[in-house]
């Protein structure tokens, strides 16, 4: 695969040959010309990854054959070289535009450098377009984001599954999106006009689960006033998702077997059984062998959910999705919030590519979330492990990252408490008092000694 196109201009026809010889042994595409005009035409014609250009020719010079491709092609980063550069011109072509500055006789490997994180960068930017084109060709803001083989494979099977009326079991790690795939599967379905009806399995306590569930009678216990449908009998005609349904009591997977053997349930207090017409989809962290071993789950309710199942790949397994998906959350919430839509850098986009994700989608989303609010700060890999489930307790982790949402307004605010205060959206009062509480007193120091040094 070539290190890149690079399109290279030189009057002087001796050192554009040996330029070009050179750069194509190191593993370039080179197209050379003497002429800039001609140069100029070809960088509109084809798809060059960079321009390298001379400055000092006659009559088209490299300056303004830069001015003239950043007008028209201001995604096309350009390296100026010149055996007559000086600080000021320097200075002038980087405000013009241009990607670096070279000085005659150039370093070689300097060159290399240069070319290589040009196009790198290049690069980088028309993928995050791409992504970013995907992203608006969404109309479902719940919709199955992502670009890698893994995700299309999942659409792909979500599509296939969807409308045809069989009990599916999700299985993916915590944050992966489980919910999301169990509403793709219900609005994609015949039943879409009915209800979806979530029931975390985790959440509800064992005492009022029947009741919540299945429903109750009047008088079935104490305070039950009147009749009451359960949420099975509420979303009929549409889908029942059983969200963390490994972590279902043993008792009560005995009665949604039955539910999902004969379609009936029994409200609480009544012995008449009534039909349900609904679709199971049920969730899970893993394949449930661990929790069929130990006794905590049912073998046959497993079999039962499993006919078939869908496999949500964890984030780390899918980097490619990641700048896709950062930008498709941060577009959410600016327009949630009212905020502008702001890019996401390419050097951003490698530096989420490198994190573990622990929390998978789940905490890729909260982060760009915060991109989008303004609040957030790359997080760089000592942080991150810092972060970790076994590095600190939540008030620790909470005040660490307070700490560092404070230190950093007080900076980008130069020391001013009033704005820094105003920037996180508390009282002056406030930010002074929580300076002192996560000892960051000595920051108004430092921020001195910066001011004096200036």
């Known amino acids: 695969m070539s290190r890149g196109r690079i399109l290279l201009v030189d009057d002087d026809r001796d050192l554009l040959k040996a330029a070009a010889d050179w750069l194509a042994v190191s593993g370039f595409s080179v197209d050379a010309f003497h002429r800039p005009e001609e140069a100029f035409t070809a960088a509109l014609r084809e798809e060059p990854d960079v321009v390298v250009t001379d400055v000092r020719m006659p009559g088209i010079d490299g300056m303004t054959l830069l001015n003239s491709l950043t007008r028209r092609r201001g995604d ?118 009915g209800p979806f009806v979530a029931i975390n399995c985790g959440a509800l306590p064992e005492t009022i689960f029947e009741s919540e569930v299945f429903g109750h009678v009047k008088g079935a216990f104490t305070g039950a006033i009147a009749d009451r449908e359960g949420k099975f009998e509420h979303a009929a005609g549409g889908t029942v998702f059983l969200d963390e349904i490994e972590s279902m009591p043993l008792g009560l997977q005995a009665k949604i077997l039955r539910v999902l053997q004969e379609r009936v349930v029994e409200r609480l207090g009544e012995n008449r059984p009534r039909q349900v017409d ?123 990252y307070e700490a560092h949402l404070i230190s950093e307004a007080y900076n980008l605010s130069e020391g001013n408490a009033v704005r820094a205060a105003a920037s996180l959206g508390i009282p002056l009062r406030t930010f002074n008092e929580k300076l002192a509480r996560r000892g960051l007193t000595d920051l108004r120091k430092r921020r001195s000694q910066i001011d004096d040094d200036r």
């Not at 010149?82 to 013009?96: C, E, S, Y």
């Not at 060159?111 to 995050?128: N, Y």
């Not at 573990?356 to 760089?380: H, I, M, S």
């Open 76 to 193: 096309l980063p350009v390296v100026l070289i010149t055996a007559h550069g000086d600080v000021g011109l320097a200075v002038q072509a980087m405000k013009q535009g241009a990607e670096d500055f070279l000085e005659k006789p150039y370093d070689a490997d300097r060159l290399l450098s240069v070319l290589d994180k040009a196009v790198e960068k290049r690069r980088m930017k028309q993928e995050i377009a791409r992504l970013q084109t995907l992203v608006g060709a969404r109309e479902e803001p719940d919709s199955i984001v992502g670009d890698s083989p893994a995700i299309r494979t999942l659409r792909e099977r979500v599509a296939t599954l969807a409308d045809v009326d069989i009990d599916v079991l999700i299985i993916g790690e915590t944050g992966t999106g489980k919910e999301l795939v169990a509403q793709a599967l219900h609005r994609l379905s015949r039943r879409a006009k």
């Open 278 to 400: 609904v679709r199971i989809v049920a969730a899970a962290k893993s394949d449930l062998s661990a929790d069929i071993a130990a006794g905590r789950f049912r073998e046959d309710l497993f079999y039962r959910l499993a006919t078939v199942d869908i496999r949500i790949p964890p984030l780390r397994q899918r980097q490619g999705d990641i700048g896709l998906l950062f930008g498709h959350f941060a577009s959410l919430a600016a327009c949630r919030y009212g905020r502008p839509i702001r890019p996401v850098p390419a050097e951003r986009i490698a530096q989420l590519q490198q994190q573990q994700w622990r929390g998978n989608v789940r905490e890729l989303k909260a982060q760009a979330e915060r991109f989008a609010l303004g609040l957030d700060e790359p997080v760089a890999a000592a942080d991150d492990e810092a972060f970790g489930a076994d590095a600190l307790t939540l008030p620790e982790r909470m005040a660490s």
